[in-house]
């Protein structure tokens, strides 16, 4: 499967450091309080982490606004997507969307409903409920990668309410919600109801993928049925320590915001601007376009003599190759881009 | 599940730090070499690690003397264990065995056969050869937790033919390998089975539990089949780094070999004076014992108090409440623990 950020395979390609616009991490890098943590795990490291991860939860659940009971911990999320979708019966999805919301059931001996959303990336609605049946899993990005859209509220209610009476369960992946302006929050709004589950994670807003720590509110009797099926130990000492200091880092994850924000209005503005392409409309900090002319191979071949690394995007699920995913990064990384996407005009002619 | 390393459960049953004497992990402490590796970890953590984890694999592949590509990795032994269980139809166990090898199978779902080794703890060969079926995995631990014997040579030889005639697979989980004394390496005696994968594991060796590293070397095509069963990224960037660096630091290596034999004869010596217990051989970094007085909970008790915490063993199946498993420590804390043995001796009479 085909994934952002691996650069590895196309260091040769560029006689340089490669900008890496095909992962979605937060340009801000790592938050201070990371070194103090990262210290904390050393010292400790010849012992086995908690294997209940009590101050972990403790910590998350502060941050989350819900019991540390409700918790649930993974190695990273696509750990957690995995587990969840073993224990029900079949996987509900809306295309496009992140391939492992496929694959993982899949590969674990699931089937997979795909619902199309392709004609202007919003959930169909109606066509998702349609699918809907007892002990399905229902499972949305939110916002969506790599449409970057939020579902709207209304659509979500109406969708939670109508799997609770068919016997459904929800999955909310909001990996990306701390970049989105502010909305709606589903943990809030879905408190109570014992068929949704929202997870989140520190592997984007903290720019720490390496660490790889996933995290999700459940009901707390769902927690007991998950901590039976997942492994010991899958979080490890370093995630531990991070989760436990990150998440009490509000400034950053403030400044994180405003930051996105601002460059999620240059890049939108700028993009939106280019005649040889058509730029979607985004909340997270990524930004799916659609190439006029040519494919993502043209421009990938093009962008990585630049030294960027672009997300081809024809990997995903109903998408073709005239999709391209881009990251928002740092002020002189966008600009960079923005240039090389202009240079890149010039060697095409649109008829 | 009850698990050895659970300090935190316990903590406030002692004023002081406790000797933890439940988990097996190497008394000299992490090498001085993962600090270096931590470092370089930190420096590139807000990129995701390799996914194909390609210098990892190089170097476990020069450590254990097979090729990258027969190198599989994981997030823990536990995962490589859970992950390989899945692509098969039953496990077959010996007993007693470490429980995550009847656990994590019955969780996904897989039936798990149970062959008595419990007369003296040597794997009944014949027993457990007529259990063996077509798309079987016997899943065997060498040395085996919690007894820390080896199979024999000859015994394994017999069991890999029988089971190759079968079509049935074998799983070596070989995590404590090198606290024992030489004798046979699996890896090169199975050189070119297609049936044998041999699990090895960062976690004890090298002190560093909380990194969570294991690794196996199995056929090349199977390393296809599991790679695309197992999660992406299930390797942290600190797994990753510190795998890389470790597992050239040789004289590591070297020391924790004749620190533990010379540790490990002590411990047999002064516990097999004692009279109130009968130990077990081992040839491992822990000892079973079973009291031939009280249980487990009366020495549990006893020496938690005297900051010491030992690993109840009745949780494994097949034992019953007069077992304890015993980690070889440092010479202090192996004195420390003698000592306190001797003073819970005083206590108790012996009809």
Not at 141 to 149: Q, S, Y
Request: proline letters at 4%; a neutral charge; hydrophobic letters at 40%.
């Amino acid at each position: 499967m085909i994934h952002g950020g691996d650069i590895l395979t196309y260091k040769n390609m560029y006689d340089g450091d490669i900008i890496d616009f095909s992962s979605n991490i937060n340009p801000l890098g790592p938050p201070e309080c990371f070194n103090e943590a990262v210290n904390h795990a050393v010292r400790e490291i010849n012992r086995y982490p908690d294997i209940k991860y009590r101050e972990l939860k403790k910590e998350i659940g502060k941050y989350l606004g819900c019991s540390e009971g409700q918790v649930i911990v993974g190695n990273g999320a696509v750990e957690i997507i995995d587990n969840i979708s073993s224990l029900f019966n079949r996987v509900i999805v809306s295309i496009p969307c992140f391939m492992e919301y496929i694959i993982r059931p899949k590969v674990i001996g699931k089937d997979v409903v795909m619902v199309d959303s392709l004609r202007d990336f919003s959930i169909d609605e109606r066509g998702l409920i349609e699918k809907i049946g007892a002990g399905d899993l229902i499972l949305l990005g939110n916002p969506n990668n790599p449409t970057g859209k939020r579902i709207k509220r209304d659509v979500l209610i109406s969708i939670q309410r109508e799997a609770e009476r068919r016997g459904a369960y929800i999955l909310l992946d909001e990996a990306f919600y701390e970049f989105c302006p502010p909305d709606y929050d589903s943990i809030e709004i879905f408190r109570g109801c014992s068929n949704v589950f929202v997870l989140r994670a520190a592997t984007k807003l903290f720019a720490l993928p390496g660490i790889r720590l996933g995290y999700a509110c459940v009901p707390e009797e769902f927690a007991v049925a998950y901590n039976r099926r997942a492994l010991p130990w899958s979080v490890n000492a370093f995630a531990d320590a991070a989760g436990r200091a990150v998440l009490k880092d509000k400034d950053y994850i403030k400044r994180t915001k405003e930051y996105i924000a601002e460059q999620r209005e240059y890049m939108l503005k700028e993009l939106g601007s280019m005649d040889f392409i058509k730029t979607y409309n985004t909340v997270s900090n990524f930004i799916l376009i659609k190439l006029l002319v040519g494919d993502e191979d043209s421009l990938f071949n093009y962008m990585i003599k630049q030294g960027i690394l672009i997300r081809k995007a024809s990997s995903f699920a109903g998408l073709d190759k005239s999709y391209i995913r881009l990251a928002i990064k740092s002020t002189p990384n966008n600009q960079y881009l923005i240039k090389c996407l202009t240079q890149f005009r010039g060697h095409i002619s649109i008829d």
